[in-house]
């Protein structure tokens, strides 16, 4: 539901908006206590049965924005119960990232197939003659699917002549492409964490809100307020993200305006990760070292990779991801300063919080809690007229930002300094395709090829945590791409 301002985003919206105003007016934390009061005024309920519960959702949506884990649902908290644990400027996350929120669960009905009213009870009954297990009968004239039998194979759904018959789905485990989302007793989502890869699209697809992501806007902005040096990293794909006035030179100066020291384009670490991944394609694969290369940049393709098919693990290329590169660049300049990757992705949230990438990102936080950051602090593009220069980049590493624009950087690096290696290129979108993509590379089906993967359908643009439409977003990258000086980094951008 990107793009389209529902009631949704904008509670999110405004939750990060008033928890950034905590932390620039540097209030006493425990005047959260108020605040649904102020989101969710009045005595009548707007989007649910009763405004006690909306105030109470809103209550949990201000703890996850603390970057703390939601109360007990079945004893008495309060939403500042443990609050000094997150008054605090460094902050890592702590699974699980995402979660839902009990009492915002609409507890959708799962996965079933059902029939409905334009069934005619025809002669022919071909769901009935289909259904591997005669799950389906005539009640009153017209066809009955008894859902025990059912194995929700859909064979009725393929044959029925008045498309009669459709399938329910629960949005959340819809978007999941690696089915995490679970029922618990009361009938409400559960993520399973054994099974989640924190790509977020059960968070944008959930029509409640009922699921969201922690936050580090509050640390980060406490840490701006004891004098640290903050960087900001711009993931490339924040372009158009904050309205077709915000310009990057207008954005840069944004940045600096609410407290950021100096602000970097990650498309840098990017061209950085094309050049390696190129030379590591050509010494490995093109030389039948490797049977595949896989991309390493999309965090939660990474982990698909590894969680469900640790056989490719030698397949994924080592190089650094673009957010760990430019840090690691922004570092050497910097090197006490505090860096904040800004970008589109939730799953980025985990990656620096590993430890092996704990020491070059400080905080992750997403365009849409750099939006409340901005609101926060009264900043409208609209009417913003400061500019600061933003050009660090080339096209290559801006175009990691849309789907297949990884691939492409890599193939445009090889031509230009490996002529004549022949390279085959393949990539996948959303992580169910990508799952069939690791089992034909498992299977030997891929041999010699470049893959890249993309855990959000679209690319980066995609994803949980952008606030603009995919296609506008894609529109904006290829423009800032070919804004560039060069297409292809030299060979000395390398960190």
């Given amino acids: 539901m990107r793009g389209i301002q529902t009631p949704v985003r904008n509670v999110r919206r405004r939750i990060f908006k008033e928890i950034a105003k905590f932390g620039y007016e540097q209030r006493n934390l425990q005047d959260l206590e108020d605040l649904p009061y102020e989101i969710i005024p009045g005595e009548v309920a707007k989007y649910r049965d009763s405004i006690y519960r909306e105030r109470a959702i809103v209550g949990e949506r201000l703890r996850l924005a603390m970057g703390m884990s939601l109360n007990p649902a079945d004893k008495p908290t309060r939403i500042t119960k443990g609050i000094d644990e997150s008054n605090i400027s460094e902050k890592y996350y702590e699974p699980p990232l995402l979660q839902v929120i009990p009492s915002a669960c609409n507890e959708c009905k799962e996965k079933a197939f059902i029939v409905g009213e334009q069934c005619q009870g025809c002669m022919a009954h071909p769901c009935m003659e289909v259904c591997p297990k005669k799950a389906i009968s005539f009640k009153d004239g017209y066809s009955y699917i008894d859902q025990e039998k059912c194995i929700k194979c859909g064979q009725c759904k393929k044959v029925c002549p008045y498309g009669a018959i459709y399938e329910r789905k629960r949005p959340c485990a819809n978007a999941c492409g690696v089915g995490a989302i679970e029922t618990d007793y009361a009938g409400r989502a559960k993520i399973n964490p054994d099974k989640c ?279 904006q990258v290829k423009k800032f791409v070919k804004e560039a000086e060069d297409f292809v980094p030299p060979e000395t951008a390398q960190y």
């Fill in 197 to 475: 890869v924190s790509c977020g699209m059960c968070m944008v697809n959930c029509p409640f809100g009922a699921i969201a992501d922690k936050s580090q806007i509050y640390q980060l902005i406490k840490a701006m307020n004891e004098g640290a040096e903050v960087i900001a990293i711009l993931a490339p794909a924040f372009v158009g993200q904050f309205g077709p006035k915000a310009t990057p030179n207008k954005i840069k100066a944004a940045l600096l305006d609410i407290g950021f020291a100096d602000v970097w384009e990650v498309a840098v670490g990017a061209d950085a990760g094309a050049l390696e991944e190129a030379k590591h394609y050509v010494q490995s694969v093109a030389t039948g070292k490797l049977p595949f290369l896989l991309t390493s940049c999309c965090p939660s393709w990474s982990m698909l990779g590894k969680k469900y098919f640790p056989e490719v693990i030698d397949e994924i290329s080592n190089a650094l991801t673009p957010m760990v590169a430019t840090a690691r660049a922004a570092r050497i300049t910097s090197p006490n300063a505090k860096i904040v990757f800004v970008g589109p992705c939730v799953a980025k949230k985990l990656e620096a919080s590993r430890r092996t990438v704990r020491s070059e990102v400080d905080f992750v936080i997403t365009f849409e809690e750099l939006a409340g950051m901005f609101d926060a602090k009264e900043i409208d593009f609209n009417t913003y007229e400061k500019e600061e220069e933003l050009n660090d980049a080339f096209g290559a590493g801006r175009g990691y930002a849309v789907a297949s624009g990884v691939a492409g950087a890599i193939k445009a690096c090889i031509d230009e300094y490996y002529p004549g290696t022949e390279v085959k290129i393949d990539h996948v979108e959303g992580l169910a395709e990508c799952k069939k993509m690791l089992l034909q590379a498992k299977a030997g089906k891929k041999k010699g090829y470049l893959i890249e993967g993309m855990g959000c359908p679209g690319g980066c643009v995609a994803g949980a945590g952008t606030n603009i439409p995919v296609v506008k977003a894609q529109i």
